[in-house]
Structure formats: C-alpha cells, structure tokens
C-alpha cells in the first residue's frame, strides 16, 4: 500500500541553524500539508499546498517557514532560523485530491530537536 | 471550525467492543465526519469517514446521530493495537481543508 514517507527521522540542530525536513508524498496526490505536534500537545494545523503554492496557512507559519515541492515527489518544509519552540514533531501529510477523498494520509513524522 | 466533544480518556478489556462518542453540534450540513487515531509515537492514521448513514469498514464502524449532532465509532473487538488518541474532525466536502485537531480521546485497552 503506498505511504508517505519523511526523513530524516530524528534532526538535532543547533538554535539558529537552518533545517529542511523532507517527505516524498504518495504519488498521485495532490494536496500536501505539514503540520506540527509539540510532545504532548495537539496536532496543529501548519501549512497546505496545492498546485505549486501555499493554500492556507496557519499563525504559527511564519516568515521563519518555507515550503517548496522542488520535483515531483519530494515535498519539503524549512525552519531558517530554528528557536528552541520549535522543539516538536513534524508530520507531512497528502490527499489525493478528488471530490469526496477528503482523507489525509500522514508520514511517521521527524522529531525535531532544537538546542 | 466545527466544535467537537469528547471524553478525555476511555478503558476497554481486550477483545470486547468499544463505543467511542463525539458531540459535534455545530457541525455544518456539508461536513463529512471523519475520524483519526495516533498510535503511540506515530503519525495520525484515518479510522473512517461518513457523511449521514452509519458506515463500516475493516477497521471500525461509524454510526451517524439522525441529527448530525453526534457519532459513535465502534471497535467491534478492541485489541491492544487498538490503544491510542480517537479524534472526530468534521471536514468540509469543499475546498481544500485543514484537519483540526482536538484533544482526542485517549483509549487504553486493558490485556
């Protein structure tokens, strides 16, 4: 059955530094998104993209955050500047896009640690 | 966003059935009601979807209140693979929606 995969699994940077977190979607979806879990906090709502642009996006999305789907499978989201808050797991998710397929298909997520 | 409502936590014994409710008042006329679990230390996983009637499938059934109002999704024989965070979302049929995470209901299943 085809998944959503992410990598790395595990990141540990140093505050300020650049990441980029990475997931190859399932590969005829259309609708990505990431969103972010602070340990033991809810699932919110990070960013969506379609058709080669951010759709929605949420507070916590700011100037800090880029999404960029670079080819046709790699989907990627980047911290320029990572603060100690952004501490968290990261979930890609896909949808494949038709009417009334409304169900996201999430990636195992990267755990995130900033120092 | 549609409000929903549910308990914070819920047991269960091994191999029996499992009734896991969601109020959901607000919910709009064109929201689908879809339900996702997260394994521990895993992403979140889509359970079941419906719309008005009741729905099954390998995993779960999902029964719909005759107002909308509300939702049951029913575990029919719990197992310990069961053990994680319920959510109810109701999702727009339009555009391209977001999933709203709320707190969930958090279901131990007991050996």
């Known amino acids: 059955e085809p998944e959503v995969t992410q990598t790395p699994s595990h990141q540990v940077t140093q505050m300020g530094q650049e990441v980029i977190l990475r997931c190859v979607p399932i590969s005829n979806h259309l609708y990505f998104y990431w969103y972010r879990q602070i340990l033991g906090q809810k699932v919110e709502f990070l960013v969506s993209?379609?058709?080669?642009?951010?759709?929605?996006k949420s507070e916590i999305f700011d100037d800090q955050f880029s999404v960029e789907r670079p080819d046709g499978s790699n989907f990627t989201l980047k911290i320029r500047s990572t603060k100690l808050e952004d501490s968290a797991m990261y979930f890609c998710?896909?949808?494949?896009?038709?009417?009334?397929?409304?169900?996201?298909?999430f990636g195992p997520g990267t755990r995130l640690l900033v120092l | 966003d549609a409000k929903t409502t549910q308990p914070n936590s819920m047991e269960s014994n091994e191999e029996e059935p499992v009734h896991l409710p969601c109020n959901h008042s607000t919910i709009s006329g064109t929201d689908y009601i879809h339900w996702y679990r997260q394994l521990p230390s895993q992403g979140p996983e889509y359970v079941i979807h419906?719309?008005?009637s009741n729905v099954n499938n390998r995993m779960a059934s999902l029964a719909i209140a005759e107002d909308r109002k509300s939702s049951t999704l029913i575990l029919h024989r719990a197992t310990l693979r069961d053990a994680a965070v319920y959510y109810c979302i109701p999702i727009s049929n339009f555009g391209n929606e977001k999933l709203t995470f709320g707190t969930g209901t958090r279901l131990t299943i007991i050996p």
């Open positions: 993209f379609y058709n080669n642009e951010i759709s929605e």
């Open positions: 998710a896909s949808r494949e896009g038709r009417v009334g397929q409304e169900t996201q298909y």
């Open positions: 419906g719309l008005t």
